[in-house]
Antibody, heavy 119, light 110 residues
Framework: EVQLVESGGGLVQPGGSLRLSCAAS????????MSWVRQAPGKGLEWVSG????????YYADSVKGRFTISRDNSKDTLYLQMNSLRADDTAVYYC????????????WGQGTLVTVSS | QSVLTQPPSVSGAPGQRVTISCTGS?????????VHWYQQLPGTAPKLLIH???NRPSGVPDRFSGSKSGTSVSLAITGLQADDEADYYC??????????FGTGTKVTVL
């Protein structure tokens, strides 16, 4: 069974940093592309970032480019999202999603972790 | 930041058929990129419902169907059931090298 478990969310002040993790199991992580998708409270889904299976290629939404960095450790079956210079509009539930096909669609999702940016 | 437009809500009685449209532009759906659909039950993570315009993953009932014709895309739910009450999102790829989601549609079973 595919499982994606996010962690690392919490309350952070504007301008601060946070690192999210996503532990994967139940599939071959090292051959799967991965993405982060977020959902602000009461709002729709927004793709944030994606990374190739090897980690050689990464992609970002314009809204986070230059502030967020996606990475992965295939030896630990773990995906990361380093978030810097956080703003109030980054407040959202962040989902880790296994990405399939090209261009991607998202065939499995984690339960999400809440990031709140507030003073 | 959604660039795919969906109706905010649709409703139907149990057993009825409802459809949800998803409208994009020449840089995404109109450029020929596939459309995928997700179901988000209240308080839960999204779940893949349809991929590649019309393909159902294993375990998704055949009451759910997707179609794409030119730039016209839709999701149909037949034999509407109470546990179909959820938010539904379409998703595609944009030539700006970004993945885009629809604005979301809340389905209400009357």
């Amino acid at each position: 069974e595919v499982q994606l478990v996010e962690s690392g969310g919490g309350l952070v002040q504007p301008g601060g940093s946070l690192r999210l993790s996503c532990a994967a199991s139940g599939f071959t992580f090292s051959t799967s592309a991965m993405s982060w998708v977020r959902q602000a409270p009461g709002k729709g889904l927004e793709w944030v970032s994606g990374i190739s299976s090897s980690g050689d290629y990464s992609y970002y939404a314009d809204s986070v480019k230059g502030r967020f960095t996606i990475s992965r450790d295939n030896s630990k079956d773990t995906l990361y999202l380093q978030m810097n210079s956080l703003r109030a509009d980054d407040t959202a539930v962040y989902y880790c999603a296994k990405s399939t096909g090209w261009p991607y669609y998202f065939d499995y999702w984690g339960q999400g972790t809440l990031v709140t940016v507030s003073s | 930041q959604s660039v795919l437009t969906q109706p905010p809500s649709v409703s139907g009685a149990p057993g009825q058929r409802v459809t949800i449209s998803c409208t994009g532009s020449s840089s995404n759906i109109g450029a020929g990129f596939d459309v995928h659909w997700y179901q988000q039950l209240p308080g839960t993570a999204p779940k893949l419902l349809i991929h590649g315009n019309s393909n159902r993953p294993s375990g998704v009932p055949d009451r759910f169907s997707g179609s794409k014709s030119g730039t016209s895309v839709s999701l149909a739910i037949t034999g509407l059931q109470a546990d179909d009450e959820a938010d539904y999102y379409c998703q595609s790829f944009d030539s700006s090298l970004s993945y885009v989601f629809g604005t979301g549609t809340k389905v209400t079973v009357l």
